[in-house]
């Protein structure tokens, strides 16, 4: 039972992970903005993805069952735990004179916007929890 929870959750899970570690790179961005030099970075969802759904021979961590002959089959989805090699450095629209390329405004627009979407996943989350208790109680 243990183990088919773990993979009921394992993509919310994951994407959970991906989305705090992109919060954290975007608090960094913001308490950066004044230190000369910084870099500012993002991550690259779409490379993310693209890793994360890897062929059959693949290393893996939850198998796409086949519950029926005409159904596709073949993927395993992996981890997302290596977000470093996901992470960008942004252009920034207008270049400050000592190299920091943190754009405040710009930093602060993406925290808005992430943290309403770990909000989102949280809430779809707590949706698929309590689908589960009214299944088990029976509702």
């Known amino acids: ?16 992970t991906v989305k705090s570690e992109r ?8 308490a950066n903005a004044s ?3 910084f870099k500012a970075k993002e991550l690259d969802f779409a490379s993310l ?6 062929p ?9 069952d086949k519950t029926n ?7 395993q989805f992996t981890d997302w735990s290596d977000t470093k090699s996901a992470e960008l450095f942004t252009v920034p629209l207008a270049p400050s ?7 405040i405004g710009v930093e602060q627009a993406r925290y808005g916007r992430a943290i309403a979407d770990y909000q989102a996943s949280l809430q779809f989350m707590e949706s698929r929890i309590s689908g589960l208790r009214k299944a088990f109680r029976g509702d």
């Open 1 to 16: 039972m243990a183990a088919s929870l773990d993979n009921y959750f394992a993509f919310n899970h994951a994407a959970m």
């Open 35 to 37: 230190t000369p030099g």
């Open 56 to 64: 059959v021979d693949a290393p893996f961590q939850i198998y796409v």
């Open 69 to 75: 002959a005409g159904h596709q089959g073949g993927v």
């Open 23 to 30: 919060l954290g790179l975007i608090a960094g961005n913001i």
């Open 97 to 103: 004179l000592d190299g920091n390329t943190v754009e």
């Open 49 to 54: 993805l693209r890793k994360s759904f890897a």
